[in-house]
């Protein structure tokens, strides 16, 4: 018999409860052994629950009990989280997590930690909810280097931009209808300004590439300024809207790595991923493009990757995993000014001014004084000067990168 | 350093070679040492390579090299590579392959041998190529139950189909043109007849549902018979003809398993995946869907699949990574008469006789005296027997799984 415990028992928290029962036999099967949740640590009154006695509200008796040796960190945030991760590390217990915001900011210093104390501290669950990830990406392609990585990564945008390109609902009306059905927060912001990507592309960056990329230094677009018009010229153009998060090695070791709205080819399989569905391509330079598709949250999904890491840390107790991590102190962040793209640019002025401004590839017919281009590629910075070259004899609508 | 071995010089041989010279760096970087490919074994003459000095036709100089800890064969077929895999093992030292015939046929008597002598035998290359699969399902998966998996296991097949359904091409023209390209062999029977696809089925099946599925035991049909009718008939249904592995488990933890062409609709990622691509769908009860999508064959990405579970090996070398695999003793193979699916048949009749015999969903316009029904849920017994009836007053000329 091993013994865990649970910190946090919302959504994800009760569903990690319900994997370990629901799959017991497996679970069971897979270990040699049975496991037994001993604790979960909530402040709330949960005792009308069946497992209503296994419910602790002070967290030194996770703590303290050697017969613990895992625990499920599911708690969400920074605070507690944070110090209730690093002194279960300390106490020689294991930590798995879906904590996103927590990886994101300090995975790096949790992993100094485990790996100080013999431990480990896993965060598969953290990107793509229930869809393999991490451990394809550092096991798996382990041969590969890393040329791009370029994923859905949030589910609730997805959700949206599929309700505005198949049912022509506005970005405000999917945004409720996201609401209604569970999908989007009362307050949407993380999700919709691409805050919640961001701390993704940045966990898979700082593993792909081997050091630090800070949320709060990696650029962020969300999806608030999208408009019908853009879907339907997109579709004209054989592309969709999606919400990317895409990091870019260069040849340096440098990688660039952000958050923004793009248009894809329909044939891309990225172009393929619909509603609350994940999917996180990436291009190794043996491999080629690989791609993981799934659902990238909901309870038991996401449950079920922190119960698969609480498993691979109960079958190699003795034996810390390797996660490579650099100690933050190169800094790997490019600034984009130099990323050639593609753009899709809404112009709303003379077809004159904007083919004297941009390097135009293809354009349509102007429609009550609003052209659509499609430029040939162009660097960041100087799509940015001649936006508001554009902007002085026009107004440009919307701009966004094409892959 | 540590060093390693290559058995077979053949396509995925040398690009093992060639992922070791080319990500020397990176490999170096994950494991903390360099690796150094001692030897490559072969037959041929090499000496004039580069490395032409590594090269030994004696196995035995591999064997009884006691600095040898890992070894790749990467040699095909069931003959010396078995007899090869067997001895590396018993005299310890850890195998990796991408043999998927060998793992299909005696994978499970090699994991105990590699188990008794406290090493490993791993085949992530064996399944889906450079695509990560079965790790992912082991352990990132190892929460769940698995409900089904089914996938575009073979790249061949798939390039066919892709040119018969985007470019009209026939199935003669278009397996020429594959063995044009390189994707087919000059004897293409083992991937047009479906074997290929069923050894990996089987291989996933295995592994998936904890006991042996007999690659001759199970049920298998390939792509000869598919004509550019069905294609166009597939297409007005909404869909697309893919050749697909599927298994699919019973409540009493049997499970069927099959290589078929199926009509699958265009809303499923898996009618987005063409050309040589394959990708493997796997639904968990706790995950859900989750798909894999990647190149499933070619020399660079099959070889780094090798490599990363040598570097596997390299990184565990004290600690034998456990696989689970029945021991063969259980038969948990069903037999498809119970299977229940739709099914597209193309018959040449009158429509009157065809809706007497089938419980049709739908029916097209007939042309030319040929009907085309989606059927309700049939079994497979159901079926055969019907298209007996329906042969005794027409003919049919074809009838598929619809999924």
Redesign the interface.
Known sequence: MVKAAIMGHGTVGSGVYE?FE??AE??T??LGVPVEVKYVLDLRDFSALPYGNKFVTDFSVIENDPEISVVAEVMGGVGAAYEFTKRCLQAGKSVCTSNKELVATRGEELLRIAQAHGVNYMF?ASVGG???II??ML???????FDEICGILNGTTNYILTQMIHNGVTFEDALKQAQLNGYAEKDPTADIEGHDACRKICILSDLAF?DKFDPDAVSCEGITKITLEDVANADKLGCVIKLLGRSVRCEDGTAYAYVAPHLIHK?S?L????DVFNAIMIN????????????GA?K??T???V??DM??CM??R??RR?I?WGDGSRCLLRPLDTLQSAWYVRFKGSQKDMEAVLPVESVTEPVDGVVVVKTSKLATADMQKKIQQLNACGKVCAAMRML
């Open positions: 994997v629901m799959n497996k679970i099967r897979v598969e229930g869809i393999p451990r394809p096991q798996c392609l382990a041969a590969n280097e081997g044939e399989p172009a393929a991923v619909e190794g330079n043996a491999t080629g493009e690989v791609m993981f598709y799934g659902k909901g038991l999904a449950a079920s990757a119960v698969a498993m691979d079958e190699h003795d034996h390797r490579m």
